[in-house]
């Protein structure tokens, strides 16, 4: 490594900007300027208000990631059992306004919720993207989307017919 990138970390340390006329300079004040642009439009964008299915780690670590999100706040949690549901929403009161727990056509029926994460068992995935798609509401599905690509066709069928987006992630 150059001398002055020794000892720093991607994520912790930037690194020392090139001399003014020095090779990458440029790219990286473009970058820079392109990063500056992207925080401001998030920052001017709406909030996204998610309901997130299921209570499990894919559910909790992707709440916490939401946290970094400029306007994201969970408003609603649902879970098999209104219990399980309650304890992860209270969780994350520490953090977001209190969001509201129950069952999961009670999470993806809410007037505030724009957007439901689903992160549920793998062979209910369709079941709960489809209860969201007909709720009205865009849907993120932890990975896989389905268990069979019959199942993804039919998710992206009732996606495209309601209108609403749905991603695999």
């Given at each position: 490594?150059?001398a ?9 340390d ?8 020095a090779?990458?300079a440029?790219?990286?004040a473009?970058?820079?300027?392109a990063?500056?642009a ?8 709406p909030?996204?208000?998610?309901a997130i299915?299921a209570t499990?780690k894919a ?5 916490l ?29 520490a ?5 509201s727990?129950?069952?999961?056509e009670e ?10 994460y689903?992160?549920?068992?793998h062979?209910w995935h369709?079941?709960?993207a489809e209860?969201?798609l ?6 993120l599905?932890e ?8 199942d ?15 991603l695999?992630?």
């Amino acid at each position: 490594l150059p001398a002055g990138l020794v000892g720093t970390h991607p994520y912790l340390d930037e690194p020392p900007p090139p001399e003014a006329g020095a090779p990458g300079a440029a790219a990286r004040a473009a970058g820079d300027r392109a990063a500056e642009a992207a925080q401001a439009s998030l920052a001017a964008a709406p909030p996204l208000r998610w309901a997130i299915l299921a209570t499990g780690k894919a559910s909790h670590d992707f709440a916490l990631a939401l946290r970094l999100v400029a306007g994201a706040t969970v408003t609603a949690v649902g879970a098999r059992r209104r219990e399980d549901a309650a304890a992860f929403a209270a969780k994350l009161g520490a953090h977001q306004s209190k969001p509201s727990s129950g069952t999961y056509e009670e999470a993806c029926g809410r007037d505030d919720v724009d957007v439901v994460y689903v992160g549920t068992l793998h062979p209910w995935h369709r079941e709960h993207a489809e209860l969201a798609l007909r709720c009205g509401k865009h849907v993120l599905v932890e990975k896989p989307i389905a268990m069979s690509a019959d199942d993804a066709a039919a998710i992206y069928k009732a996606a495209a017919a309601a209108g609403r987006l749905v991603l695999e992630g």
